[in-house]
Nanobody, 120 residues
Framework: QVALEESGGDLVQAGGSLRLSCAASGNTFSIIDINRMGWYRQAPGKQRELVAQIIGEDTRNYADSVKGRFTVSRGNAESWIYLQMNSLGPEDTAVYYC???????????WGTGTLVIVSS
């Protein structure tokens, strides 16, 4: 079993930046079976949505709403993933969740979320 823990959520003013981190712990040997790593978010009253994702070696997908502002990256250790968020706006307020998935084996791990609040 793999546990994911996010950190870095905070209250920030519009226009500011934050960097979210996600660390995997536990049976990290199974990280080798992970082919997708990314970030999702859920705003109050809304469904959870994909924010940014790394697929395979280095294919990156972003939600249209964050393109050019957010950057997803992987740490030197395969068990870390980051989300650099710039030019934040109130619409980015949400709980951000880290996800690591291995499609071949049906693996799907989620963190408990970190709260980002952007004040106008």
């Amino acid at each position: 079993q793999v546990a994911l823990e996010e950190s870095g959520g905070d209250l920030v003013q519009a226009g500011g930046s934050l960097r979210l981190s996600c660390a995997a712990s536990g049976n990290t040997f199974s990280i080798i079976d992970i082919n997708r790593m990314g970030w999702y978010r859920q705003a109050p009253g809304k469904q959870r949505e994909l924010v940014a994702q790394i697929i395979g070696e280095d294919t990156r997908n972003y939600a249209d709403s964050v393109k050019g502002r957010f950057t997803v990256s992987r740490g030197n250790a395969e068990s870390w993933i980051y989300l650099q968020m710039n030019s934040l706006g109130p619409e980015d307020t949400a709980v951000y969740y880290c996800n690591m998935a291995g499609d071949a084996l049906g693996l799907d791990y989620w963190g408990t979320g970190t709260l980002v609040i952007v004040s106008s």
